[in-house]
């Protein structure tokens, strides 16, 4: 069974760093595409970025980049989204998912239960 | 970047009814289109890809239709579980691969 199953949520103050994780099972982690999504309370989502384990080919959306790291671990099948320094407006929920297509960066059929980042003094 | 936009924003029906949502990109995705339904609490689930490709498990009353800038999701008949919110996304131009708004689906 492919699973996605993320680090839990976190509370941090503005300017702290932050790094969650998105564990995957059940599928050859490094051979497919596994992104981030933002989605802020209320709203929509937004892609931020995806990653090829396999190579750790890494792109981002032009919003987010240089706001986020994305990185994986092939060696424990982890993909993490981490920031440097957080803002207020960084409070979201954060999903990732797995690309449907082997070595390509397509639709997400499977995705974590997301992880709830609250960023307040 | 390629602006997805869907309409209608929300879209008040009872079961059994018939629900058309649409999904406008600004320049062509050729038929690198795909729809998800996201219900409260939950991640979002892939319902259809490849403009018309249903994912595992996903019923037949769930269609994709289009091609080029203009999309349809059709649902023929609503469940009670189909009332969500449902998003488009393209993934034919980088960066980024977006999202629609989405449109709410509600109890009339």
């Known amino acids: 069974e492919v699973q996605l199953v993320q680090s839990g949520a976190e509370v941090r103050k503005p300017g702290e760093s932050l790094k969650i994780s998105c564990k995957g099972s059940g599928y050859s982690f490094t051979k497919y595409w596994v992104g981030w999504v933002r989605q802020m309370p209320g709203k929509g989502l937004e892609y931020m970025g995806i990653?090829?384990?396999?190579?750790?080919?890494?792109r981002y959306s032009p919003s987010f980049q240089g706001q986020v790291t994305i990185s994986a671990d092939e060696s424990i099948n982890t993909a993490y989204l981490q920031w440097s320094s957080l803002k207020a407006s960084d409070t979201a929920m954060y999903y990732c998912?797995?690309?449907?297509?082997?070595?390509?960066?397509?639709?997400?059929?499977?995705w974590g239960q997301g992880t709830l980042v609250t960023v307040s003094s | 970047e390629i602006v997805m936009t869907q309409s209608p924003a929300a879209l008040s029906l009872s079961a059994g009814d018939r629900a058309t949502l649409s999904c406008r990109a600004s320049q062509s995705v050729s038929s690198n289109l795909a729809w998800y339904q996201q219900k409260p609490g939950q991640a979002p689930r892939l319902l259809i890809y490849a403009v018309s490709t249903r994912a595992t498990g996903i019923p037949a009353r769930f269609s994709g239709s289009g091609s080029g800038t203009e999309f349809t999701l059709t649902i023929s008949s609503l469940q009670s579980e189909d009332f969500a919110v449902y998003y488009c996304q393209q993934y034919n131009n980088w960066p980024p691969w977006t999202f629609g708004q989405g449109t709410k689906v509600e109890v009339k």
């Open positions: 998912a797995k690309s449907a297509i082997m070595s390509a960066a397509g639709p997400f059929d499977y």
């Open positions: 990653i090829y384990p396999g190579d750790s080919d890494t």
